[in-house]
């Protein structure tokens, strides 16, 4: 099975939109103005020819919380200090989420760079993360509040 390598190596799928519209002060806190922080609630690994199934973060190298800083334009797996980080090199805002989106490299030894995209719903903080690489694909889904 193949397993990608990086902070992104899975990313969120799919949360539904909250209709209701929030004050303007709970969507600031989504909308990239303040850092997050996020929790992987959900992930699934899709194969080329073998389908998708439910694994945990740690199945495809994807910690359970990630630290999100626009401003500072990364993403990494701990508040602060050593650990792994990924350059967010793309932010937009389209339809009331948060688009962020980078690549990786991945290790010099093996062809496992991937390209990964983390949306956030501005009205509720819901997160979809995807990665897609050499025939295999991650949707992780989770949430994230400001800190």
């Known amino acids: 099975?193949?397993?990608?390598?990086?902070?992104?190596?899975?990313?969120?799928?799919?949360?539904?939109?909250?209709?209701?519209?929030?004050?303007?002060?709970?969507?600031?806190?989504?909308?990239?103005?303040?850092?997050?922080?996020?929790?992987?609630?959900?992930?699934?690994?899709?194969?080329?020819?073998?389908?998708?199934?439910?694994?945990?973060?740690?199945?495809?190298?994807?910690?359970?919380?990630?630290?999100?800083?626009?401003?500072?334009?990364?993403?990494?797996d701990k508040k602060a200090g050593e650990g792994r980080k990924s350059p967010i090199e793309s932010v937009k805002r389209v339809d009331g989420k948060l688009i962020l989106q980078g690549a990786e490299e991945g290790r010099p030894d093996v062809r496992d760079g991937f390209g990964w995209t983390v949306a956030i719903m501005e009205d509720s903080g819901q997160m979809v993360m995807t990665a897609s690489g050499d025939l295999v694909g991650v949707a992780a889904f989770g949430a994230c509040t400001s800190y």
Do not use: H
């Open 1 to 76: 099975m193949i397993r990608m390598v990086g902070l992104f190596a899975l990313l969120l799928s799919a949360s539904a939109c909250v209709s209701v519209l929030p004050s303007p002060s709970v969507a600031a806190d989504f909308d990239g103005s303040k850092p997050l922080v996020c929790t992987v609630i959900t992930v699934n690994e899709c194969l080329a020819n073998e389908g998708c199934k439910t694994v945990l973060p740690e199945d495809v190298n994807l910690p359970r919380y990630l630290w999100v800083d626009v401003a500072k334009k990364s993403i990494q």
